[in-house]
């Protein structure tokens, strides 16, 4: 057997109704894969809130640097948290993440009105 029967006969197989359905399967599947995968801090999200609204309560309005306090005791928190959660210490990457997703929680909290 040469290369272009072998061509051909894969050719013929992917053009069948069997081959253009076990293509638009795998094509789902990723799809599926893509879609369902969520940043880690959409996870913790109720802890972010918790966190947020805690060192909300802890560092007052007239401490010097208070939004970075309060970033500081929010990631303090939710990095107690999840490092209980997972049994290991957190990496750079997941504390990069979990301080994004308090940004972002904060803010969403602060345009609501929850804060």
């Known amino acids: 057997m040469d290369w272009q029967s072998i061509l051909a006969t894969v050719w013929a197989a992917m053009n069948s109704p069997a081959g253009i359905t076990a293509m638009a399967g ?40 208070k939004s970075l ?16 959660a997972k049994g290991r210490k957190a990496t750079q990457a997941e504390v990069a993440e979990l301080t994004n997703g308090i940004q972002m929680v904060h803010s969403d909290l602060e345009a609501g009105g929850q804060l």
């Open 26 to 65: 795998v094509v789902l599947w990723l799809l599926n894969r893509l879609y369902t995968a969520k940043p880690l801090w959409a996870e913790y999200e109720g802890t972010l809130i918790a966190a947020v609204k805690q060192a909300e309560k802890l560092v007052p309005d007239d401490s010097p640097n």
């Open 69 to 84: 306090a309060r970033l500081d005791a929010a990631l303090k928190y939710a990095l107690q948290v999840y490092e209980s």
